[in-house]
């Protein structure tokens, strides 16, 4: 059931609103705007019905607040008001609001308007999960990595965690492509991403394809050991696919692995280390594919065989 909070220090209109709408939707209600945004914070609301004249905060400065937030911003507000002139309205608009209903309200127009709102938030956060998906292997796509490492490195270094940036890339792949076809190849990069994003799978791992037959993760919190460890088998649970490679190359297909694991100072930049990473990933290949080539928090390196 979607989830919707209305923010209303009016017990009676609050209770009012909540009749209309509770059969369909799970309905909370907050009686002060300091109340509303913390639950807004808190929770995962679909709609926020909000009265804009309230003792202490009122609705204008809430719905401010709501929409410089990342977690709540994208969350639709509806304005409740009884103040019917045209300046307020526009005034709500202006800040965000995605409606203004004037008081007193209609139950039905209430609702529909309810649905329409909750119905657009709905596609949109499903456009914006498509736009980050990458169609081939269903995984995070690069436009979505950008994003989410810039943010977890930024975490990281305010945690002092550590954070380790992992790059796969499939040996000899554009041999498999020429020898086998690319219909062939793209079940291969599908097969790839479905084996090791099962194995990256915490909620703080994060797979992404990269572009083209190449494969990033992030992993926040486990030393260099544990993750080259845990790689290790990755890059051998790809070679038991026993996917049968181009003979003259190799006789499965297999995937090369480098990285590094660092906990990041406050001013040290992402680029730098994803640099490292990659140049892991080269030393891989070079000493023979098919293996974990990694950078560890002395920036020692830790090969594999
Ligand atoms: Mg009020």
Redesign the pocket.
């Known amino acids: 059931m979607e989830k919707i909070l209305i923010v209303?220090?009016?017990a009676l209109?609050a209770a009012k609103l909540k009749s209309i709408l509770d059969d369909e939707y799970d309905v909370s209600v907050a009686q002060t705007a300091e109340e509303g945004l913390r639950r807004a914070s808190d929770e995962d609301f679909s709609l926020i019905l909000l009265?804009v004249?309230?003792p202490g905060m009122d609705g204008f400065t809430l719905l401010k607040k709501l929409q410089e937030r990342i977690i709540t911003q994208n969350v639709p507000v509806i304005l409740i008001t009884s103040l019917s002139d045209v300046e307020n309205e526009q005034r709500g608009l202006v800040l965000g609001a995605v409606d203004y209903i004037v008081k007193p309200f209609h139950s039905l127009i209430v609702k529909a308007r309810v649905n329409t709102h909750i119905k657009l938030y709905h596609y949109r956060r499903q456009v914006e999960e498509q736009s980050m998906t990458d169609q081939l292997t269903g995984v995070a796509n690069r436009r979505k990595y950008d994003g989410y490492s810039l943010t977890k490195w930024q975490e990281a270094a305010r945690l002092q965690v550590p954070f380790s940036i992992c790059m796969f890339d499939i040996d000899h792949f554009k041999k498999y492509n020429d020898t086998f076809g690319h219909p062939a190849g793209d079940k291969v990069i599908a097969a790839v991403a479905k084996t090791a994003s099962a194995r990256l799978n915490r909620s703080t791992d994060f797979f992404a394809r990269y572009g083209g037959e190449e494969f990033v993760a992030i992993c926040m919190g486990d030393p260099s050991k544990k993750i080259f460890e845990h790689l290790k088998k990755i890059r051998q649970a790809v070679e038991d696919l026993h996917i049968p490679h181009s003979p003259d190359v190799s006789k499965w297909v297999t995937v090369s692995v480098g990285g590094i694991t660092v906990v990041p100072a406050a001013e040290s930049a992402y680029g730098v280390y994803l640099k490292i990473a990659d140049t892991m990933l080269y030393d891989a290949k070079k000493q023979g594919r098919n293996r974990v080539v990694w950078a560890d928090e002395q920036m020692r390196q830790m090969w594999e065989k």
Do not use: A, G, I, L
């Open positions: 209303d220090d009016s209109q009265d004249v309230m």
